[in-house]
Every structure is written in C-alpha cells, then in structure tokens.
C-alpha cells in the first residue's frame, strides 16, 4: 500500500470498496492515475486526478451528459472531486487499439461503429460546454511554433504562423453553429468494445475537455490517430461512411475536415515535443512521424494553402522529408 496515493484506503472505504484488491493500471500522458478494484463478483475503476494539476469535475460534468443522452460513458459509482478520486463502472479490457492488434481483419466493422457512434453523439443537441472559437484554435495550433520549432532550432514566424491559421479557420468557424458535443479525444486508446467484438457498443473515455464544435474533428481524431496507423483508404471510407449517415454532402465539410486535421496535427507534433523536453517521456517522440505524414497530407487541401505556404516558408525540407522526426 505503500506505493499507492494518500487518501486512497480511505476513499475506497467511504465508497464501500474496503477490503478490494487494487491492481494499479498503466498510466497516459497526464497526472491521472487509474486502477482496477476487484472482489469477488465485480470489479470498478479507480481514477485519481490530484489537485493542483488535475480536476476530475469536467470528466463528471460530461460523463453525466453523456449517459443522460443515451451516449455510453462509464456510470459514475463515488467521487470526490475536491481531492481528487472518482470511482466509475469498469468497461473492461478490450480496448479498440487492442482488439484490433489482436483482430486486424475487424479493422472495417470497428472504425464503421466508431463512425456511428459519432453520428449518434452528433445528432442529439450539443451539450453545455464551452465553445471551440478561433482563441483555442490559435492557442493550440501554437503549440507547434512553441515547443516543435525550438527543438528543431528553428526560428519561426510566430505572428504569421498564427494570421494564417485565422485565415484558414474563419471560413470554418461559421458552420460550426450550432455545433456539436467535441469530445476531442475520440481514437482507438480511448474507445471500449463493451460486447468484446468488433462491432460492440462503443464505451467513452477520456473526454472530460468536452467542447462544443465542429463534428469533423471527433472524425480527424478518430481517422488520423497519432498512435495507430489507419490506411488511407480506411480512412477514405470512413469519411465516405460518415457523410451519408449523417447526412453530410457538401465540399465544405470535407475543407472543414482537412481544416481540422492540420490544426490537430500540428497540436499533437507541439505537444509530443513538449511531452519529451518538458516532462521527460520521449516515447511520444516516436509517434511523431505519422502525425506529421497527416499533417502533409491535410496541407495539401485548397483550403489549406496560406498555411501550407507558412510551412513551406518556415520548415525546412529536410524535415519534411523526416516527416518532422525530433531526436530524444
């Protein structure tokens, strides 16, 4: 017990777990922790979100929408968000990233469910959450000129990198109204195949930097995930599989969708730069390559081009070529 967080037993005590064994589970980018309570006919998940760096109140207010709106977040069993400790029902093990590394031939029928669980999130009336506007667009686009280009050497444009970026998203941000629940994190690590098959019911996690936004960037997130490799043409597909299920057919929403993967990208790229200089997990620098391999792609679009011209200004092509690699 020892290794495990003050303010645990006691916790799990009020909660009416005394006496659970308590399995610590791998960890992710943040201060969060996880474990795994078990007794005999069940078992519960165990998240700790200390202050000051973590509040579990977001995941809470969300995870309450969600399941009142007939999405699947897991139920919420105890909290006490002050300190840090929710206990939530237990979605199990099969994760779609682990399923799919098991089953690469279910790739179709679990990226077809994730795309209509998307569907399903974006039909329903967006949530009460703040708004994904041009200030957090910025913001996180310039994660990349903060954190990538200083590791690289490189001395960037900073103001013209960002006049670019409002220049490519103002035509966006309109048909954003509306919008939609953004979970902003919907990819294989953080969806759940509670049936244990490909075509299950998708259970949510990691969601509590909910906004309310465009419904192609739960779709980028999804289709050019930073930790898995997702074929183009799957990708294309699934594209397809979303337009006519919801009923989407315009150009726009397809500019909208190159729009959003480029700012992702370039989020991700500062902050797996930021993940390795700053707090010392250089493992994200590995990943690097594949987000940046969808970031070229997505500047390719029309839509893209006063930010594609930055690049090509900024970014030399030997690192482009390197699909932007960073050393450890």
Not at 14 to 27: S, V
Not at 209 to 230: E, K
Request: proline share 8%; net charge negative.
């Amino acid at each position: 017990m020892n290794m495990l967080p003050q303010g645990l037993a006691e916790f799990i005590v009020r909660a009416g777990w005394e006496g659970a064994a308590i399995d610590p589970l791998p960890g992710d980018a943040s201060f969060r922790r996880y474990f795994r309570l078990s007794r005999p006919d069940e078992t519960a998940m165990l998240m700790h979100a200390p202050p000051p760096h973590e509040d579990p109140s977001p995941f809470l207010h969300v995870a309450q929408w969600l399941n009142a709106n007939g999405m699947r977040a897991p139920a919420i069993l105890a909290e006490d968000a002050a300190h840090g400790w929710v206990l939530t029902e237990d979605f199990g093990n099969d994760r779609m990233r682990d399923w799919l590394d098991e089953h690469p031939t279910d790739e179709h029928a679990a990226y077809a469910a994730a795309v209509e669980a998307l569907v399903s999130l974006h039909r329903l009336p967006s949530g009460p959450f703040a708004p994904y506007d041009m200030a957090g667009y910025l913001r996180e686009a310039a994660l990349f000129t903060e954190w990538y280009c200083p590791a690289q050497g490189l001395t960037a444009d900073a103001g013209g990198y960002a006049a670019a970026w409002e220049d490519v998203l103002s035509p966006m941000l309109a048909r954003q109204n509306p919008g939609v629940t953004v979970l902003r994190d919907y990819h294989a690590e953080n969806i759940m195949l509670l049936g244990g098959q490909a075509g299950a019911p998708q259970g949510l996690i990691d969601f509590q930097d909910a906004l309310v936004g465009h419904p192609a960037y739960d779709l980028v997130s999804l289709l050019q995930d930073a930790r898995r490799d997702v074929p183009e043409a799957l990708e294309a597909a699934m594209l397809a599989h979303y337009c006519e299920a919801a009923e989407v057919s315009s150009d726009d929403f397809l500019a909208d969708y190159a729009r959003l993967g480029a700012q992702r990208n370039a989020k991700i790229v500062g902050i797996f730069t930021r993940l390795d200089r700053r707090d010392g997990k250089p493992k994200y620098l590995e990943m690097i390559p594949r987000v940046w391999a969808a970031l070229e792609r997505d500047l390719a679009h029309p839509a893209l081009a006063p930010v594609a011209r930055w690049f090509d200004a900024n970014i030399p092509l030997e690192l482009r070529a390197a699909f932007g690699a960073v050393s450890a």
